[in-house]
Every structure is written in C-alpha cells, then in structure tokens.
C-alpha cells in the first residue's frame, strides 16, 4: 500500500489508506467501483439500509416480534413475500418464494439490526 500511496493511488489515513481518483480505472474495470468512481458496495448497502428504514417504519407487529426475538428466518420469509415495492402486504397469497431468501439476508440483518435498536430516532434521509 505505501508503494500505490507514493504513486498516488492511495493516501494514508492514519492507519489506514484510502483509495484516490487515479486507482478509478482499475476499480472501475473490477467492477468494484462504478462509473463515478463510487463504490458498488457502498452503494448497495446504503439502498439496503433506505430500503429497511422503510420497511421499519410500518413493520407489522408479526415481523417485528421475529427481529426482536433473533428469528432471522422468519423474518427473511415475511421480507421474502410481504414486503413488495415498498409496503408491507397483509399477508401472502403464494407464500414466501423460498427462491429469494438467500438474496434478502443483507436485508433481514439490517432491518434486525433497526428494529433492536430502535429506541433513538429514525433516520430516513441518509446520503
């Protein structure tokens, strides 16, 4: 790292680096950054923690009481087929399509992570 430091594509932060606008094209080319050099990463996880914000603020009691009791399964299964566009469903007509639980598990652990430490004010607004 202080080699890609010295040629400018990092800079020392404390005990870290961060990564400069040079190393762009690299990062791009992985696919770890797009193409305004922000990261996919990041950005993924800033629409999740948006996404769970929402879904936090009209949680039905059900899903709650699982987050609150660490059933993560439950609540992957109630993201999983009620939660749509937006807005909690009151139930679910087909079940939960068992398809996509694996690809909700960042979304479940942040809505957990929300609603056991819901007691401060919610943050709708996050850049």
Same mark, same amino acid.
């Given at each position: ?5 010295? #040629?400018?594509?990092? $800079? @020392? ?5 961060? %990564?400069?606008?040079?190393?762009? @094209? ?11 050099? #922000? ?20 949680? @039905?009691?059900?899903? $709650? ?5 660490? &059933?993560?399964?439950?609540?992957? $299964?109630? #993201?999983?087929?009620? %939660? ?5 469903? !009151? ?9 996509? %639980?694996?690809?909700?598990? !960042? ?13 401060? @004010?919610?943050?709708?607004?996050? &850049?």
């Amino acid at each position: 790292m202080d080699a890609l430091a010295a #040629l400018g594509y990092a $800079k @020392p932060l404390g005990n870290a680096f961060i %990564w400069m606008d040079k190393i762009g @094209p690299a990062m791009q080319m992985s696919g770890y950054w797009d193409e305004n050099n #922000l990261s996919r990463e990041e950005l993924e996880q800033r629409d999740v923690d948006l996404d769970m914000r929402n879904a936090l603020a009209s949680i @039905p009691e059900d899903v $709650k009481h699982a987050a609150l009791t660490d &059933n993560r399964t439950a609540v992957v $299964k109630a #993201l999983a087929a009620r %939660w749509v566009d937006g807005a909690w469903l !009151p139930d679910s007509v087909d079940g939960d399509p068992w398809w996509r %639980w694996a690809a909700l598990a !960042p979304e479940a652990k942040r809505l957990m992570e929300l609603v056991q430490g819901a007691d401060g @004010p919610l943050t709708r607004d996050v &850049n």
